[in-house]
């Protein structure tokens, strides 16, 4: 027998505020997408089969971290991380785009689904099980579990508990069910090191120092991934602008329109800015949403009231709109849902809406 090194996992926490589960006036803890349900008698889902097209609750805007908690043992990562995933752990996961809830608007936000899985605990022999289908109807994990893995050894790097468990103590379907995703102690302390923000280490976990191979793999790894260690803002170069300029037809380079958004909104209009107020009144702005968004001359423009002033500038027929934050360099892009009344962050620049 071949002596295979183990690598050593922990699981891991995040923010209680989740992008795929939300508090309703009647549950706490929904999850925003639906499973299908694999039992007729105690309505147990299908927790093995991640719903597709895979939605994120509307108002999330989690800027700054790049990775996430998703529901059932899954995880939300940036672009940056599903690249660097790929090239280390090739095949370790599966990988899903993901939408704004209820809309065909994609969000930055890979799901990734991991394809190896653990028996982290076992239900005591006690606890109530279906009479069809043999799942518990109650797993609570500091009283009616047998055992509970913080952490352990194994051969992949991202493992999700094949077990699950729920908060209430009673029923399952009281609150909704999770299950824990443990990552290898040596890719935490990467995504420490590459600023990737989001996930902590459990704080009960045994392994909280590096061993020299862990170490060893971590610069070996640096070396492997190359550019992606840099979280670099996407750069704005004057490429990425004139290839802004040339898919929205933009061709007056003229100050008139900039100088008047000055005036309006006592902001000084960036590079940016300065062509979105370019851009010709009737454009039409298209972001998978049902209706394109029409772009309005700049006297129909109205900022927020919120902290970070936003500036709606395109507008569909039914109170939907466009706005972009025009003091950050980058102009991120948000869309105001009218029947929500919240502001999502659609694209970290304005720019990236030329890419297709
Ligand atoms: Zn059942």
């Known amino acids: 027998m071949t002596d295979i090194p183990k690598i050593r996992l922990s699981s891991i926490t995040c923010s209680d505020r989740r992008m795929d589960i939300v508090d309703t006036n009647i549950i706490l803890d929904t999850p925003i997408n639906k499973y299908e349900i694999s039992c007729n008698a105690c309505h147990f889902p299908n927790i093995d089969k991640t719903p597709n097209p895979y939605y994120i609750a509307k108002g999330r805007d989690f800027s700054g971290i790049e990775i996430m908690e998703a529901d059932l043992g899954n995880l939300f990562i940036s672009n940056r991380l599903k690249k660097i995933f790929e090239i280390l752990f090739p095949n370790q996961c599966t990988y899903e785009k993901t939408f704004i809830d209820k809309t065909e608007i994609p969000t930055k936000w890979w799901l990734a689904i991991p394809s190896h899985t653990i028996i982290s605990g076992e239900v005591k022999d006690n606890v109530k099980r279906c009479e069809k289908c043999n799942q518990p ?24 508990a094949e077990n699950w468990i729920c908060t209430d103590s ?30 902590y ?57 900039p100088a008047q958004f000055e005036k309006k909104f006592k902001i000084s209009a960036n590079e940016i800015v300065k062509n979105i107020c370019n851009i010709k009144c009737e454009t039409e702005i298209n972001i998978g949403f049902e209706s394109p968004f029409i772009v309005e001359p700049i006297e129909n423009w109205k900022s927020t009231k919120t902290k970070a002033r936003l500036i709606a500038f395109a507008f569909d027929d039914f109170g939907n709109h466009l706005l972009f934050n025009p003091k950050d360099k980058n102009c991120p892009l948000y869309l105001y849902d009218h029947e929500t009344m919240l502001y999502d962050l659609i694209q970290e620049s304005i720019l990236n809406l030329t890419e297709k």
């Open 137 to 160: 109807l109650h797993a609570h994990p500091g009283t009616q579990y047998k055992f509970w893995l913080d952490d352990f050894e194994a051969s992949f790097d991202i493992i999700k």
């Open 201 to 257: 280490q459990n704080a009960f976990s045994k392994f909280k120092k590096l061993t020299k191979t862990e170490k060893d793999w971590i610069e070996q790894a640096m070396e492997t991934i190359g550019g992606l260690c840099q979280n670099a803002k996407k750069e704005i170069t004057k490429e990425t602008i004139e290839k802004f300029k040339r898919f929205y037809s933009i061709t007056d380079n003229g100050e008139l329109a």
């Open 170 to 199: 009673y029923d399952w379907k009281k609150t909704w069910i999770g299950r824990d995703v443990y990552l290898s102690v040596r890719l935490i302390f990467l995504l420490k090191k590459i600023s990737a923000k989001g996930i």
